[in-house]
């Protein structure tokens, strides 16, 4: 598939919290990285399916030590697109963008996961690649003591595959419509 150019996520997001002369790069622990078999939560154990993107709660500072998000911290859009679903996981809810970039008859998508939506925000929202807010973390009051965090996910979706009907429990069912990209290569 297609390059995807670096996009202004991580620059939107510290911008967005007040870390812009805080925020050096992001820090990803055992689990949170892209198609790891471990759970980085908890008492750990394996995942049931590979990690289909990556979680985001640990940022090094400009001196690089390990800072924590705040559970209040605000989410931009990954890159600009449309929301074309919202569903429900285990934290929150999880947004789901249709970018406008298409190759060979895929279009490119991202799932910003385990956030609480701002008011206002909903179904057929567009947004640009701008720093504006979508959402907070969500809080950590869940079965499965998992720290407040945003996941992403970015996929190439096939044409023939409706938008509307991924979600986390098909996200890894069609491997032929979907195919996954490491989003930490990119923001």
Not at 98 to 115: A, K, M
Not at 175 to 187: A, G, M, Q, S
Request: aromatic residues 10%.
């Amino acid at each position: 598939m297609k390059k995807i150019n670096l996009i202004n996520f991580s620059s939107n997001f510290a911008r967005l919290n007040g870390l812009e002369d805080e925020f050096s790069g992001w820090h990803l622990h055992e689990g949170m990285r892209f198609q790891d078999r471990v759970k980085w939560w908890g008492d750990g154990g394996l995942r049931k399916t590979v990690h289909e993107g990556i979680d985001l709660l640990y940022f090094l500072d400009q001196q690089k030590k390990i800072r924590c998000l705040q559970p209040d911290s605000l989410v931009p859009p990954l890159m600009a697109g449309e929301i074309v679903s919202i569903f429900p996981d285990f934290i929150g809810k999880s947004i789901l963008f249709r970018h406008p970039i298409c190759q060979d008859r895929f279009q490119l998508h991202s799932i910003l996961g385990h956030v609480t939506l701002l008011e206002g925000i909903g179904l057929g929202d567009t947004f640009g690649q701008s720093a504006q807010p979508l959402a907070y973390l969500s809080e950590a009051g869940n079965e499965q003591k998992v720290p407040g965090h945003v996941h992403i996910s970015l996929f190439w979706c096939g044409a023939d595959l409706a938008s509307d009907t991924i979600d986390w429990s098909t996200i890894n069912k069609f491997p032929t419509k979907i195919i996954l990209v490491d989003p930490l290569e990119i923001i």
